[in-house]
Each structure stands twice: as C-alpha cells, then as structure tokens.
C-alpha cells in the first residue's frame, strides 16, 4: 500500500535553519492531510493539518503547504530547534463521500535530526 | 491537558493465546481507532469504531480480533489467538468529530512469543 509516500527516510539540518519535509500521495479522494512527530517508545503527536480546500495552514513555527495538482504536500519547520528531532510522519483521510469515518492512512516516515 | 491512555506498555505472551489491550480514549470523544505498527514499517489502520459499532475495518482485522467499548470510557482490542507476526506496536487513537485530529495513546508493545 503505497498510497502516502515519504520518500525521504532522513533529513538532517542545522538548528536555527528551515526544515523541509515532503510527503506525496496518489489517492485523489484524499482530503484531508495532518503531519504527527513521534518519539521512540511514544505514541504519534498531532502537529498540523491541511483540508483540500486550502493551500497553506500555518500554526507557530510550522507550516503545512498543499499542492493538489501535483498531490503533493509539505511541512516547513522554521526555525528548526534541536528538539524537534523526532519522525515525522504524514497521514491522509478522506473524509467527503459519506464513507470515512477518519481512517488515517501513513506515511513511512521521516527521521529530521537537528544539529545544535 | 487531556490524553489517550493504553495498558499494559508491553504484553508478552506465547503463541495462540488470547490478549486484551486496553485504551481509554479522551472523554467527549466520538470516534475511537486502533493501529498497530510492526518494527521497521509503516503505521497501519486496524479499525474504526463510532456509535458503539465497527464503522471500519483493514484486510488485517480478521475474525481473530475484536474491539469493545464495555463501559463508556474503556475501549479494548482483543486478540483471540496471537500469531507470531501479531508482534507490533499498538496505538489505540481517539477523535472528536471528523474531520479532525485524531490523538493517539503511548502504545502496549505486543511481544508473541
């Protein structure tokens, strides 16, 4: 099932500078997307979300940027902070259609490591 | 600030017996998941639960798991007879209303032996 992809298994960055993280899916009934940062041996943490009637949601130092077109999305972390090094995840639901009850649907993740 | 709980952290048990995980979701919410992550992989859907019934439910939820909300606040997944690939984390999630976040437990790290 290769329907939300992180084709990045790592970024590294410096603290202080933007991380970019990318996430691609091709199911387009896909609607609604949220980003979750997990730790080792802890549960996802909710970060941001997106519907597909938006292009952009920004919340603090992140912001989410939707491409529908290209299906393509992306979270920008900015300034990047040492404790932000974490996996990243991006999930995908669709929600329009009166059949989704909110399934999630994940990426593989990211692994971002913020050098100090 | 409220939070999805899960117990045990971690359950090991042998083969083909029969285990219980145990979430209690945030209280106002309305819907109710598990998920489950093997090592290395992806995090997976296993089922959906609203209005006291399975709303949906993954190729890998067969007839060997079953979910419950006994109580009002307790929401449990059980495994009738644990295979070795049942080995995995297990993320119970809640939700308020959809389309929203959903909020995810700790996880019971699942060991079958």
């Known amino acids: 099932d290769q329907q939300v992809k992180q084709n990045s298994p790592s970024l590294s960055v410096q603290e202080g500078r933007i991380s970019i993280l990318n996430c691609d899916y091709t199911?387009?009934?896909?609607?609604?997307f949220l980003w979750y940062k997990k730790y080792p041996a802890e549960g996802p943490t909710f970060l941001i979300s997106?519907?597909?009637?938006?292009d952009k949601n920004e919340d603090g130092r992140f912001t989410v940027f939707l491409n529908k077109s290209a299906k393509h999305l992306s979270l920008h972390i900015v300034p990047s902070q040492p404790g932000d090094s974490a996996v990243y995840f991006c999930?995908?639901?669709?929600?329009?259609?009166?059949?989704?009850?909110?399934?999630?649907?994940f990426g593989q993740g990211t692994i971002l490591t913020v050098h100090p | 600030e409220p939070e999805v709980t899960q117990t045990p952290s971690h359950q090991v048990t042998q083969m083909g017996q029969e285990v219980i995980l145990r979430c209690v979701p945030i209280?106002?919410?309305?819907?109710f998941y598990w998920y489950r992550q093997i090592l290395g992989q992806k995090v997976e859907f296993l089922v959906s639960?609203?209005?006291?019934?399975?709303?949906?439910k993954s190729e890998i939820f067969d007839d060997q798991f079953s979910v419950e909300r006994p109580d009002g606040s307790n929401f449990t997944l059980k495994i009738r007879s644990t295979k070795l690939e049942d080995s995995a984390m297990y993320f119970c999630?809640?939700?308020?209303?959809?389309?929203?976040?959903?909020?995810f437990g700790p996880g019971t790290r699942l060991t079958v032996t």
């Open positions: 999930a995908a639901s669709a929600v329009r259609g009166g059949t989704s009850y909110g399934k999630l649907t």
């Open positions: 199911n387009s009934m896909f609607d609604y």
């Open positions: 997106i519907s597909s009637i938006k």
């Open positions: 209280s106002n919410h309305l819907y």
């Open positions: 639960f609203y209005n006291n019934e399975i709303s949906e």
């Open positions: 999630a809640s939700m308020w209303q959809t389309p929203y976040e959903q909020y």
